[in-house]
Nanobody, 119 residues
Framework: QVQLVESGGDLVQPGGSLRLSCAAS????????MAWYRQFPGKERELVAS???????NYGDSVKGRFTIYRDNSKSTVALQMNSLKPEDTAVYYC?????????????WGQGTQVTVSS
């Protein structure tokens, strides 16, 4: 069984910073891409940032220049450093990983962590 466990969500003031972390555990062969998504009330999840196994990064337009995704393959972790936070960044953030358990690749999700940006 594979699990993704997230941490780091909190209440932060506008302009502040927050770092989210996600760790994969369990039995698997390799992790392909890892990503962070967020979900606003009544909306579908949207991609915030992703990083492939070779380190290629991709960001949503609304977070470019403010958020940075980090991946540590040795620890099977991914982090999201969020700077210059805005009230519109308030959402539930989810970690996602495409994990290979030979011969198939599966998509796993974390439980979600709340980020609230408010004064």
């Amino acid at each position: 069984q594979v699990q993704l466990v997230e941490s780091g969500g909190d209440l932060v003031q506008p302009g502040g910073s927050l770092r989210l972390s996600c760790a994969a555990s369990g039995s698997f062969d390799r992790i392909n891409s890892m990503a962070w998504y967020r979900q606003f009330p009544g909306k579908e999840r949207e991609l915030v940032a992703s990083v492939s196994s070779d380190g290629t990064q991709n960001y949503g337009d609304s977070v470019k220049g403010r958020f940075t995704i980090y991946r540590d393959n040795s620890k099977s972790t991914v982090a999201l450093q969020m700077n210059s936070l805005k009230p519109e960044d308030t959402a539930v953030y989810y970690c996602n990983a495409q994990i290979q358990r030979f011969p198939r690749t599966y998509s796993y999700w974390g439980q979600g962590t709340q980020v609230t940006v408010s004064s």
